[in-house]
């Protein structure tokens, strides 16, 4: 029985720190994002509160007209801003999805060399007691 216990322990003890792995390559992978967004949508406030405050002093609409392409050029480059980081942040999610991935994998192979291990162990202890 004891053996038993030992083994579950030591599955349940790596379980855990594979969790705790994921969980943390999860975390830093949505840190970045928000971190990426954050700072996009900060650039494109402080751009067009600028802009704001330029088309505030527009009294006439030659004034308008010399502004008007400005204004379209800030939301374009708001707009590109918001598009980099989203690509970004997916480019990230998929580097860590490959990262979850590949420790998903490393523990299950652990885990089957372990069972066949003790499927070896097991055969060689059968086979001397036929003996």
Do not use: C
Request: aromatic letters at 8%; glycine letters at 6%; a neutral charge.
């Amino acid at each position: 029985m004891y053996q038993f216990n030992d083994q579950f322990t030591k599955a349940a003890s790596q379980f855990a720190d594979a969790a705790a792995n994921v969980n943390r390559l999860a975390l830093q992978n949505a840190e970045k994002a928000f971190g990426l967004h954050l700072a996009a949508v900060e650039e494109n406030l402080n751009a067009a509160f600028a802009f704001a405050g330029e088309l505030i002093e527009v009294r006439d609409a030659e004034g308008l007209k010399a502004v008007w392409p400005k204004g379209i050029q800030i939301a374009r480059a708001n707009a590109e801003r918001s598009f980099g980081a989203a690509q970004e942040a997916f480019a990230g999610t998929v580097k860590t999805n490959e990262a979850i991935g590949a420790l998903a994998k490393s523990q299950f192979e652990q885990a089957g060399a372990q069972v066949k291990a003790e499927v070896e162990k097991a055969t060689k202890a059968a086979s001397k007691a036929a003996k």
